[in-house]
Structures are given as structure tokens and as C-alpha cells.
């Protein structure tokens, strides 16, 4: 098993020590600030490598002195609080919270030990392509600077370098044309899609696929998660047409084990299980002695309801019409024949119960020497007793007649099971295809009853149809005639058995018997076929094969056992590996109204002559940090090769550090002697305002720029 521990969190570093402020303070050095959705990095431009810290900032007030503090960067982890209360200046992919902006370049400055009152040095920042003028200053497309970086001249002289520009950022992917070292901006696209939305793709799909995960799968988890285990596929159908084979998901899919705790046991010695084991056989014993205590009783009072009912139906002569109504009345019943029913159902009861009773009794006839004394010869206090013998008697019947009954089924069922033993000693093959037949037979109409069941859920099934039909028809009986109906003659509907059947065909949710007897028997059967036919195993019953899981289902999300914490406590990745990349070239899987990477970078290319596409597909540039995950250069190639011509060379180039080159590319511009021409003064900021912006070849252009 290819099982890789989740990371623990890792302690704030400790910010790096910066060179002392005085070299930079009268030479002027750029600010560079690459102002990225995940990470805010910062530095001059004669610096080898930048500071950086996450893009996030947090208010913060100190318990112990109640001081307002403001968090930046790692610092906003330091308490769970402040987490809830965090703020990027990023929404999506347009700059927005302008305050939070403000605070991570205050942190900047204070970094970098400028203590001057203005930042007095020439600053280039990083901003998104086509972004909007209300979020917008003098800044630098990353990826065009990204591009820069890996293709610079080696002296001052200008860029000449061509290419097709492909960023993969945090929030949005663009593709800019790049000729002569210029980027064309009026011909960049981008779909909005990036690396947030691809971590949030796998958070959603683990989140559906682990619904009851025993701990919460955050999103820098699923983050790392997505850079460490997904990959694109050159082709994605084929793959998932691979993963149809439950032993080839079982092979490519990797297994994250996030923390879990292993519940203290506490061990008990030989002396203390024997002694809690007498303890729960002596409660056992009781809640037995009380339950049969209980049963007694109930028993008994209902003899007592029955004969008192008896007794008060027995007495009916000796009140008139209007008297035995009010008697009856006042015992609870509404009319005679509710005692008669009440009277019924306490025999049945009582019938069932002495039957339960008779299994294994095997007591003497007991006397009951006043039931055939006439009534002339005894007192009141003989009625009475001679009324309780024919009760006790009427009952020892019943458990004789129950008996006897109970003793004449088990001799058929004897005589059954020596019939079928003779015709399976004679011919094991014949009785064993037999039972197979009716386990068939019990299986299907289980089955067809399953399945009747749920297309009842479709209004428009046959099934439910047929029932709306049979509960109009109960609505608008058309049993009886016209004259019948309006005279209000006698509902009749009830006298036939088969007319209580109508209710078991449209009340879905009402058990029904016949399942329950069919599962009976399948059950019987199976038994059977277990003990003599030795080619029939348990996972040939129906109830090993309705509670077996299909082995595709199983390997993409295995299963563990109930006591198995660690199993529990893991996530295995196999479609998802690839599902997630695949969103890149197909947005629409993911819910993204908006054309794939592929169809994007053909439509851009479309626009140019033959003879400059060609020069941009010799240098297709890869930069961005999902940029770097696998399997991506061969899918660019293998969606974009068909669709150029045969003769027409391509080449993919990812960049050589696709996290810093952005920031190393606006250094290297910044010390040349073009990025005087591209900026604005602060003069022209206050005369025109920061919609007034230069047009050069790495920033954005909009309507209003300076000449």
C-alpha cells in the first residue's frame, strides 16, 4: 500500500535578515513587490532572492496588555482566533481589500529598515492580466516578467525573444503571445480557473467521497494534497477506461493517513472479567424473572378483562334497550358489536399466548367439579366460582387444542422432511437443482417487489400510474348504480378479503407480509442447500450477495472494519489524481462556464499569421507553481499538435524556478535603463491619477494611457 503521513503544521520561520537600508538610501534601488494571491514577496532589485510570507492579514488583540496588533503572513497562525478573522487582498482574482493591500506593504517597507517619512525609490508590482482600472496602478503581468526572466539578453539591449506565455496563477490561467520580447496584451486570454479552485475541486470531491471522515479535511491540506499526488493525463478517457479495472485502481492510487488516537483500553485481569461476567448473567437472570413476571401478569389481568366482558354479555337480559346502551357506555363501548370485537381479540390474544405456553407442557386435566352442577343448586358465591371453572376450563382446552394442533404440524413438517430426504438420497443432483430453482424464484420476485417499490418514487412510472389509477377508483366507486348511490345505499366495499388488497398496492410504505414469508422461506431454503449440497457456499445467499459491495466500487473507496481507527482515519486518491488537472482543459466538469486551456491557446494562436504562429509554438512557456505538476507538458503537446500543421514545430518550456522567476524577471527589468521609460512620476500620479498608466509591452493596457 502506497500510504504517505499528512505533514504537521510547520512553526513560523523566522524572517530572514535583509542587507542594511543605508546602501539602498540615496542609490534609488527599485521596490520590487510581487503581489501574488498566495504569497507576497518583496525585496529590492539588487537582491538575489526576494523575502516572501503568505498574503493573508489578521487584527489582533494582545490579552494580557488588551493591545490592538495587527498579524501579517505566518504570524496569523500563531492564534486560532485570529484565523476566523483574516483577510487577503485578493477576491478571487481582482484586487479589492485596498486596507489589507496597505498593511502587508507597510510590513514591506518596515522589513526592508526604510524609515523615511515617503518611500522614496521607484516600485514595480506584479498585477493580474485584464485587470480593472478601479484596482489597478502602473504594474507588470507576472507572466510576461516570468517569460522575461528565462529569455533575457545578456546585455542591456532589449528583449527579442517570442513565445506563448501560459500562467497558471493562483485564482485564473492566462495565455499571452509574446513577439519580439513584446507582449501582446490586446490578444491575451484567460479562463478562470487556477490553483485555488483546483485545491477547492478536490476539497469538494474528497469531502463527498469521505461524507463521515472522522477528522475535517481543511484546505491547505487538500492544497498539498494537489501538488503532491494529482497529475494531468495525456489522454483522460483512456485513463479513466484503464481505472475500470478495480486492480488498477488498487495499483495508481495513493493513500493519505491524516492523525488519529488510539482509545486507551483499560485491561482487566481473569478475577474481574469471571466476576463481571457472573454480574451480567445474574442481571440477565433478573430482567428474564421480571419480564415472565410481567407476561403473567398481563396474562392475567387480560383473563380477568374477559371474563368480566363474558359475564356482562351473559347479563344482557336483565337490562332493557336504554339500559344496556348506557351500560355499554359506560364500560367504554360504543355499541354491541364493539364489545363483541373487544371480546374477539382478547381470545385471540389469549389463544396465542396458552399456544406459546403449550410447547413443552406436559401437566395432568385439572378438575372442575362445579361446571356441571346446575345453577338451582349453588349460592352466589358458587356461581361465581362455577363461572371461574369455565373459564380455567374453556382455557385448558384452548392449550390442549393448541397443542394438538402444534403436535400435528411437527408431524407434517416430520413427514415432509423424510419425503424430501428420500428424494435427495436418491437423487442429490434433481432435489439440489430443485431447491436452486425456488431460491431463484423466491430471489426474483424479491427482486421485482424492490423494484416495483422504487419506480413507485417516479410520478411518471407505470407503477405509479397504477396506483393513482387504483386510488381514483377507490375515490369514485362504480360498484353500485347510479340510483343506488343517490338513495345512499349500504358501502359494501369490505365484504369480500380481496378488497383489503387495494391497500397493500398503494401504500408503499406499509410492510408486507408476503415479503416477510418469502424471506422465511429463501432463508429455509438456503439452510438447506448449505447442509447438503457442498458446491453451494455462503456467498451464494441472498444475503451475501445484496450486502456485496462491487469490487469497482471497493477499491475507489475501500471499506475498513468497524474497530480499525487508523483505516478510518485515511483518503484514497485515484480518480481524483486526475479528474482535478483535467478541469484545467475542461472547466465545465468543475461547474466553470468557460473554454478549456487547449481551446483557449488555439483561439489566441488562430489570430496570427502562419509564419508568427509558427514562431510562438517553438516556445510555448510554462510558469506558475501549478505549472509544475506532472504530466502537463505531454497533454499541452497532445491537444495542440492536431491542430497545427504537420510541418510546424512545437516545443513546451516550463521555467526554470516557476515560484521566483516572476519576481527575478521585474528585478532584471528594473536595473535596465527601459524601465525609466515605462513608469509614472509622481507628478504625472497627482496631475493625471492612477487610471493614467504608460503602454508598454508587461502591463496591461486600457483607454487612458500616457504617451
Request: charged share 30%.
Amino acid at each position: 500500500m502506497n500510504i504517505t503521513r499528512l505533514p504537521t503544521p510547520a512553526p513560523p520561520s523566522v524572517p530572514r535578515s535583509t542587507e542594511p537600508y543605508h546602501h539602498h538610501r540615496t542609490a534609488h534601488t527599485p521596490l520590487i513587490i510581487d503581489n501574488g494571491s498566495t504569497t507576497f514577496r518583496w525585496g529590492f532589485a539588487s537582491s538575489p532572492a526576494p523575502q516572501a510570507a503568505p498574503n493573508v492579514i489578521a487584527k489582533y488583540k494582545e490579552r494580557k496588555t488588551n493591545k490592538p496588533l495587527l498579524l501579517f503572513g505566518e504570524g496569523v497562525d500563531l492564534d486560532s482566533g485570529t484565523k476566523a478573522q483574516s483577510r487577503n487582498p485578493w477576491e478571487g482574482d481582482v484586487l479589492l481589500n485596498f486596507d489589507a493591500l496597505e498593511n502587508a506593504l507597510d510590513y514591506a517597507f518596515v522589513n526592508l529598515g526604510i524609515d523615511t517619512p515617503s518611500v522614496d525609490h521607484p516600485v514595480l508590482m506584479t498585477e493580474r492580466l485584464a485587470s480593472p482600472l478601479h484596482s489597478r496602478s502602473p504594474y507588470c503581468v507576472d507572466g510576461v516578467m516570468s517569460f522575461y526572466q528565462n529569455n533575457k539578453p545578456s546585455s542591456q539591449i532589449p528583449s527579442t525573444s517570442d513565445g506563448l506565455v501560459i500562467s497558471f496563477n493562483t485564482a485564473s490561467t492566462a495565455v499571452i503571445p509574446v513577439l519580439n520580447g513584446k507582449g501582446i496584451m490586446s490578444r491575451a486570454k484567460r479562463i478562470p480557473w487556477g490553483g485555488s479552485q483546483a485545491s477547492d475541486y478536490l476539497l469538494k470531491l474528497v469531502q463527498l467521497k469521505y461524507s463521515n471522515f472522522s477528522t475535517r479535511v481543511t484546505t491547505p491540506q487538500s492544497n498539498w494534497m494537489l501538488h503532491n499526488f494529482c497529475e494531468f493525463a495525456t489522454d483522460y478517457t483512456a485513463v479513466l477506461r484503464t481505472l475500470k479495472d478495480p486492480l488498477q485502481i488498487r495499483a495508481t492510487e495513493r493513500i493519505v493517513q491524516f492523525p488519529f488516537v488510539v482509545p486507551a483500553y483499560e485491561e482487566k485481569t481473569e478475577e474481574e472479567l469471571k466476576r463481571l461476567a457472573e454480574k451480567r448473567k445474574e442481571q440477565g437472570r433478573k430482567l428474564q424473572e421480571l419480564a415472565a413476571k410481567t407476561r403473567m401478569e398481563k396474562l392475567a389481568q387480560k383473563e380477568n378483562d374477559l371474563r368480566d366482558l363474558i359475564e356482562l354479555r351473559e347479563n344482557r337480559s336483565d337490562f332493557s334497550r336504554r339500559e344496556w346502551i348506557l351500560k355499554l357506555q359506560e364500560e367504554g363501548f360504543d355499541d354491541e358489536a364493539g364489545l363483541d370485537e373487544t371480546i374477539k381479540k382478547l381470545e385471540n390474544d389469549l389463544k396465542k399466548a396458552r399456544k406459546k405456553e403449550a410447547e413443552g407442557e406436559d401437566t395432568e386435566e385439572p378438575s372442575f367439579p362445579l361446571v356441571d352442577v346446575p345453577d338451582a343448586d349453588l349460592d352466589e358465591e358458587g356461581l361465581k366460582e362455577k363461572r371461574k371453572q369455565k373459564l380455567m376450563k374453556a382455557g385448558f382446552e384452548a392449550r390442549a387444542r393448541a397443542k394438538r394442533e402444534k403436535e400435528r404440524e411437527k408431524a407434517e413438517k416430520e413427514k415432509e422432511e423424510r419425503k424430501e430426504e428420500e428424494e435427495r438420497d436418491m437423487d442429490i443432483e434433481g432435489w439440489s437443482k430443485k431447491m436452486r430453482q425456488e431460491q431463484e424464484n423466491l430471489i426474483n420476485k424479491i427482486k421485482e417487489r424492490a423494484r416495483r417499490k422504487a419506480a413507485l418514487g417516479d410520478r411518471k412510472s407505470a407503477a405509479a400510474q397504477a396506483r393513482m389509477k387504483s386510488i381514483a377508483n377507490l375515490a369514485n366507486d362504480d360498484r353500485l348504480p347510479k340510483k343506488k348511490r343517490k338513495g345512499r345505499a349500504e358501502d359494501m366495499f369490505g365484504a369480500d378479503d380481496a378488497d383489503w388488497a387495494i391497500y397493500r398496492k398503494i401504500n408503499t410504505a406499509a410492510p408486507s407480509s408476503d415479503e416477510e414469508e418469502d424471506l422465511n422461506q429463501l432463508a429455509i431454503v438456503e439452510s438447506k442447500l448449505l447442509a447438503h449440497d457442498p458446491t453451494f457456499t455462503h456467498k451464494e445467499t441472498h444475503a451475501s450477495i445484496t450486502s456485496q459491495r462491487s469490487a469497482l466500487i471497493s477499491a475507489f473507496r475501500p471499506i475498513y472494519e468497524e474497530g480499525d481507527i487508523e483505516g478510518h482515519s485515511r483518503i484514497h486518491l485515484n480518480v481524483e489524481r486526475w479528474r482535478v488537472c483535467e478541469a484545467w482543459f475542461s472547466p465545465i466538469m468543475a461547474g466553470i462556464d468557460s473554454a478549456g486551456l487547449g481551446e483557449v491557446a488555439q483561439n489566441v494562436l488562430s489570430r496570427f499569421t502562419d509564419s508568427e504562429k509558427s514562431r510562438l509554438v517553438k516556445n510555448i512557456f510554462l510558469t506558475g507553481a501549478p505549472s509544475q505538476l506532472p504530466g502537463l507538458v505531454p497533454r499541452l503537446l497532445a491537444t495542440l499538435r492536431p491542430n497545427l500543421p504537420t510541418e510546424m514545430p512545437i516545443e513546451v518550456i516550463q521555467a526554470k524556478d516557476p515560484m521566483l522567476d516572476a519576481w527575478k524577471g521585474m528585478a532584471s527589468f528594473a536595473l535596465t535603463r527601459e524601465f525609466a521609460k515605462v513608469g509614472v512620476t509622481r507628478q504625472e500620479y497627482e496631475e493625471q491619477g492612477g487610471e493614467r498608466v504608460r503602454r508598454w509591452w508587461g502591463g496591461n493596457w486600457n483607454g487612458g494611457f500616457i504617451v
